[in-house]
């Protein structure tokens, strides 16, 4: 299988680049193990090198095997120049989505005859494939999730504060040797379980109530992100027919799946589903979207996207309905897209959950 | 006092902008309480628009109560343009250092004609004089973090691991009523406390290292940060020799600190000390930085800055001396300047504390 970089470099010749500038801190991760917070790199035909500041002098010479190491004392461009590493005749590739306006304009400056280009979801697209190691990791990460579920289930009582959840999930993730939590972790119980990013709050749940629990961990840099929606006491025959729909729009997303389909035709299968039932207007966000070194990346899987389920890519499937000030209800499950067999990531029961 | 909106519209008339394009999630948080993952704002003479998804539909009604809400179905410049509320002859200002290139490519698209002004530091000065409430919730930010490290010091054993002291420290700041760490917390112990930045690993402690825990936590969107170095047994004399270092330089520039003073006379208060000891490599970061909204705010507090130590911010005092291979030690506090008055806000003892 072709290395991370050659792939990068293949990309690179067929822009007719001379190299590619790497902004994004979880690309550096994903490129050259590097897991600073401030660092940039750049990836030319024969070379790698990393900036980074003197706070992480000891630390990148520990993780960082396959670059050349540059100290910057002020701006990370600056020992590019120095090291005359970037020529004016060269065409740099740069990521727009990853460079503040404030760092392209400071580039410009430091290198003001050199051709600068935009580019768009370059790592991206190599990141989507999944190499065999990094759908192992992605997979430790859902089963970790999946684990921790049944044990936070007895803290869901009347009285205890949504945050109290979110702490047993969080010390559960890092105990069972994830980094941390993924993302901000939901607990939005009753009115606030209409919220579809609903973070956990002070909020009490109480009896009545549903709860969405939307969570996943880091583990060696790749993430998992779950979602399941359980009841405290016997709920509102409105939220059961909700959740009964979810569930199966659920169902029917992960049922349809096939590698390489258009996205917005899995996003419909839900979405059909829903209008079906009077709740297009009440499933007001995507499907889905891809998993991996960042939580939210390709594919997009929403009614209009332009991509495909490609095949080697991690996606999630997390319909949702949710009515203002009643409640809401969100299952989200991950799914390896192998060329020949679709693979559920997070085998956890999608029942509804009554708990007393 | 003038609200948070008056000072900010008192700059723009300042810089001849017509209105400011707000793109940071923390300054978004800071004017308007909107705690989304996804939104823009544009702040004009007389009006407030907030644009967001369809998501946080629902949140944003709850959360906003100073702006007009706009929905967007694809970019989240869109409804500025449908609406009318940018115009050609405007002059418009946007904030550099949050706007991606990507996103600044596409506002510009969207408004051909209107100047677009990069802007440098506007919300920051702004944000950096903390309100009575501010400073209040910082205060409890940093009470939180000063109360559970005494009960986390049980933990800290040989054998056990970096991340399960981030668990337990994680964990309470939760149970404590804070929203989350405020950072990814490091704990970094034996060879790794000499990585000023790093973050608790699997590494398992054992006796003889020094332990530098550096956490904090965010309440009510305002953060605390701290760092304490602790020792799993009788320490080698050379390690002792670099706590009682940084323990003096701490006190040292926690005593010079005057309002409006400059930072570099602040920083070098230290960092002449250790040069002093010849420990001047080894202190390779800056003494320190304001905290906010953001962790990493102004005023910087480095050896090349050009701020001040504005009256109403809070920063950090945070020497260290860093051996590779050895060990490292940092010593941590948070101060606010009042006028006439500078403010401990972290008092927890800095002697060296030997755990057996």
Not at 23 to 51: M, N, P, Q
Not at 56 to 66: D, I
Not at 111 to 139: G, H, W, Y
Not at 214 to 242: H, W
Request: proline residues 4%; hydrophobic residues 40%.
């Amino acid at each position: 299988m072709p290395d991370r970089l050659d792939l990068l470099r293949a990309h690179l010749q067929k822009m007719n680049l001379d190299a590619l500038l790497i902004s994004s801190l979880s690309h550096l991760r994903y490129l050259f193990s590097f897991s600073g917070s401030s660092g940039i790199a750049l990836v030319t035909k024969d070379d790698c090198y990393l900036v980074t500041d003197n706070r992480y002098l000891e630390q990148v010479k520990t993780e960082v095997k396959n670059a050349k190491i540059l100290i910057a004392i002020r701006s990370l461009f600056t020992p590019l120049k120095k090291e005359n590493i970037i020529s004016d005749k060269m065409h740099i590739g740069f990521e727009a989505a990853h460079l503040t306006f404030e760092r392209f304009a400071h580039l410009h400056k430091t290198f003001p005859a050199t051709q600068l280009i935009d580019t768009e979801n370059v790592l991206e697209s190599i990141v989507m494939s999944k190499q065999p190691d990094e759908l192992e990791k992605t997979r430790q990460a859902c089963r970790i999730a999946c684990n921790i579920f049944p044990e936070i289930l007895p803290f869901i009582k009347p009285g205890v504060g949504e945050n109290e959840i979110a702490a047993e999930i969080s010390y559960r993730f890092r105990m069972a040797g994830a980094e941390k939590e993924a993302f901000d972790i939901i607990v939005a119980s009753g009115w606030r379980s209409a919220l579809p990013h609903g973070i956990a709050s002070d909020k009490k749940m109480q009896y009545g109530e549903f709860i969405v629990l939307d969570f996943g961990c880091t583990y060696q840099g790749f993430n998992s992100d779950i979602t399941r929606t359980v009841a405290l006491g016997e709920p509102n025959p409105e939220l059961k027919k909700m959740y009964n729909a979810v569930k199966r729009a659920n169902e029917l997303a992960r049922a349809a799946v096939q590698p390489e389909m258009s996205a917005v035709e899995l996003d419909a299968v839900a979405r059909d589903f829903f209008r079906e039932l009077g709740y297009e207007k009440e499933f007001n966000h995507s499907l889905g979207h891809g998993l991996g070194i960042d939580v939210h990346s390709l594919p997009r899987i929403g009614p209009k996207s332009n991509d495909k389920i490609a095949i080697g890519s991690i996606i999630t499937i997390e319909p949702g309905v949710y009515k203002s000030e009643l409640g809401g209800v969100r299952i989200e499950d991950d799914l390896y897209i192998g060329k020949d067999h679709t693979e559920l990531l997070t085998p956890l029961d999608r029942d509804l959950l009554i708990l007393e």
